[in-house]
């Protein structure tokens, strides 16, 4: 089964594909958009703003998809950098592991109540839109603990997240072997020492 995904670059839309091969593993592209809206019950406050730095912190409600919220709320504020951690807990949660030679994420599902033992990610501007990259923790009554990249985490009955937005936006890059956002390896300094 193979699924095309929709993209606003037409030079990477061949490219975003989820793929179920032979041993049923389902694979998820880096291109594949996080969809919008999927947090109505999600409530934000502004903590502190000192010299630029904002400190927020996002309430999760009940079947709100974190990585949906976190999305609209960066989009709204026009972030562009910034870092978050979040704990909780979840009702389902989609955790994948990237496999280089298919440069796409193998996707775990998981449909069963979960502790959200640690949730921590970034975000950095690719083409001028804020791309959010996470990766979770996830426990269970075992006292197991699974995790990896985050695809899909819904709240249930909360998630409680801080995040701190820096003044300075930082830009990602496609990188070519591995079709991943990444975080461009260069500060530009100007000749009077400003970023």
Known sequence: MVILMSC????????????????SAVYSSPFTAIEKGKAPGMKYRLLSD?????????????????????SDFVKQQKVGSARFTAIGALQSVKTAWFDAAKKSYKVNEINKQSELVSLMGDIGLYEGIPAVHAHVSVGFET????????????????????????????????????????????IRIDSEGNK
């Open 8 to 23: 606003h670059n037409p030079e990477i839309k061949h490219k975003m594909i989820i793929a179920e091969n032979k041993d």
């Open 143 to 186: 006292g197991g603990v699974e995790g990896g990249h985050l695809i899909e985490a819904v709240s249930f009955p909360t998630v409680e997240l801080f995040i701190t937005v820096f003044p300075i936006a930082l830009d990602k890059e496609l990188d070519p072997d591995t079709d991943l956002k990444l975080f461009h390896p260069e």
């Open 50 to 70: 000192h010299d630029g730095i904002k400190e927020f912190m996002l309430i999760f409600a009940k079947g709100d998809e974190v990585l949906s919220g976190i």
